[in-house]
């Protein structure tokens, strides 16, 4: 049993190590490159959504405004400010965990539909705020980012941010699949399973409801500055509602309480509107019927419902 | 010794009085019985005893210690665990994991360490899963260890739940019906893991509605009707008990 665990946990991180160490040389150019960093930007979104939403239960439509807000951080500490770009990033996780601690209190205490309009509320005034504040955003019009650099070294190329997104989605995903499988995930699962009886096995539910909201919008940062730093120019639509909804479908689609499925759930729907012209007109109506027919055909998201069909078929 | 001494504790829900002024001692290392017909205030007295409810007055002293509502995971970190009466099981887990969320307070789990899964984290998860697997076992349910809670039958998951409330390694063990909806095997059953449990040393408290059950496995029982306690005292006192006889136990004769 401890060695299926182990195994299952690691097992997939490598597959995961495999397939982003290869893919370079299956990438035919640039517009390929991009869709995959895109790809790999969405899933930490999403790996750290799951955590909340799949893992401990708890919705949120507005992870999009930490996004934009990590984004934003970034953007306005390296351009406006000046700071090197890695000292922006953790001002800027740091500013969001503190924000995201803040609003986590009252917002937590709400359920079911209660919870999601309030983080759809939550969403929706830091969108109003990046489109208001035009002194430090460029409001509507967006803002330019200068670029990523590490340690003295500019990161210019696509390859450069293939491996920098590619590795953080690695790590992300293994640190995910270790929290999962420890005291702490099993708590976070036990809060969604049933709160009352989590409190009784001694479970502060209010305090790990407020640690994975953390978490999540701490990752949703992390993801929204390295976006920053890559496309280098930044709009509020990416804190809009309706990024919020696409991470939400991702999560969805791949499978509640799947970090592979996250991972898979971002790639499909990253790719899909690069690649189909009629994905990309009617983005936002695709989005909605894919939730829809998950909903219907797959309830459990993608990636559980192909493990149950192969149990299935092998025993 | 006095393990669990309620005062005056009362509890009203708007204009309804669920519970009135109780007084009620439960003996550290006994099995303590709480009858009484439905709407009694038994599930209201066990839930503001775990906290779940705060009463509206009156005091709940807890191994000498005042513990009138305290948050629930508090109580459960002294000593006091529960099953429930509606199951409250982790459907979204495995029998095995439902138990090991039992061990939480037993378990490391800091953050950071967690995130990296540290030798000690992975250390004490073993222990943990280890002592699950073990109750599993102890309460009859190690052919289901591994299976998803949701595939249990009733019977055993109503078990599970007395696994995961052991694996808390409580003091106080309150059982919220643990026959309803069993057979008579399966009943009996469940009487001789509540005479097991009370031989580990740990105190049982008992609200049930099979008379057969409690009459049987109880040193005390306290009887409820309307909020208040009726009467209390052993087995045969409280059955020759008149107003019980009148109020509850008379009714099927």
Redesign the interface.
């Known amino acids: ?2 060695g299926a665990t182990v195994a299952s946990r690691y097992g997939g991180v490598f597959v995961l190590a495999v397939i982003v160490a290869v893919l370079p040389w299956f990438l035919p150019n640039s517009f390929y490159f991009d869709v995959v960093i895109n790809s790999g930007i969405a899933a930490i979104v999403c790996v750290g959504l799951n955590l909340l939403i799949g893992y401990a239960g708890q919705i949120s439509l507005g992870h999009a405004g930490f996004f934009a807000l990590g984004a934003y951080s970034s953007a306005i500490l390296t351009d406006n400010l000046g700071w090197p770009p890695i000292v922006s990033l953790g001002s800027g996780l740091l500013v969001v965990a503190l924000l995201a601690f803040a609003i986590a209190r009252p917002i937590l205490r709400l359920k079911g539909h209660y919870l999601a309009m309030a983080t759809l509320g939550m969403g929706i005034i830091i969108s109003i705020v990046l489109n208001q504040e035009v002194d430090l955003t460029g409001g509507p019009d967006g803002m330019p980012v200068s670029s990523f650099s590490l340690l003295g070294q500019e990161v210019d190329s696509e390859l450069g941010w293939y491996w920098i997104v590619g590795g953080s989605l690695i790590i992300t995903v293994w ?1 995910a699949l ?2 999962i ?7 976070l ?2 809060v ?3 709160e ?10 209010t305090r790990y409801k407020i ?1 994975i909201f953390v978490v999540s919008a701490v990752l949703a940062a992390y993801a929204g500055s390295l976006f920053a730093h890559y496309t280098g120019f930044l709009t509020p639509s990416e804190g809009s509602f309706f990024r919020s909804i696409e991470f939400v479908t991702m999560v969805v689609l791949g499978g509640m ?1 799947s970090v592979f499925g996250s991972v898979i759930g971002a790639a499909i729907l990253t790719a899909l509107p690069q690649f189909l012209t009629v994905f990309h007109d009617y983005e936002h109506v695709m989005f909605g019927l894919v939730m829809m027919l998950t909903m219907i055909f797959m309830p459990k998201g993608l990636l559980p419902s192909l493990r149950n069909w192969i149990n299935k078929r092998t025993s | 010794m006095s393990l669990l001494e309620i005062t005056g504790l009362s509890k009203s829900f708007g204009g309804v009085q669920a519970v009135q002024e109780l007084e009620y001692t439960v003996e550290s290392g006994k099995i303590h019985s709480i009858i009484g017909p439905n709407g009694a205030g038994k599930t209201t007295l066990f839930n503001m005893v775990t906290g779940i409810f705060k009463p509206s007055s009156g005091e709940v002293h807890f191994n000498g210690q005042d513990v009138t509502g305290l948050p629930v995971h508090e109580l459960a970190a002294l000593g006091i665990s529960r099953s429930f009466q509606n199951l409250q099981v982790f459907f979204n887990m495995t029998v095995l994991e439902n138990v090991m969320v039992g061990r939480h307070l037993h378990c490391r789990r800091e953050f950071l360490q967690s995130l990296l899964h540290t030798p000690a984290i992975t250390r004490s998860d073993e222990g943990a899963r280890h002592r699950a697997a073990e109750l599993l076992e102890w309460v009859g349910l190690k052919a289901y260890v591994g299976d998803h809670a949701d595939s249990l039958p009733y019977g055993a998951l109503k078990r599970m739940e007395i696994a995961r409330a052991l694996a808390c390694e409580p003091k106080l063990l309150l059982l919220d019906e643990p026959a309803a909806g069993l057979n008579n095997k399966e009943t009996q059953e469940i009487n001789e893991l509540i005479q097991q449990i009370s031989e580990r040393g740990i105190t049982v408290v008992l609200v049930e509605h099979d008379m057969r059950l409690v009459m049987g496995v109880s040193d005390h029982i306290l009887v409820m009707d309307h909020g208040k306690k009726l009467a209390e005292g052993t087995a045969a006192e409280v059955r020759e008990n008149p107003d019980v006889v009148a109020a509850y136990l008379g009714r099927g004769d």
Not at chain 1, 181 to 187: E, P, T
Not at chain 1, 197 to 203: E, L, S, T
């Open positions: 049993m401890k640190l270790n929290l499988d420890s005291a702490v995930g099993r708590a699962r036990a969604h399973g049933s009352v009886a989590a409190q009784v096995a001694g479970v502060d539910t640690l309480a």
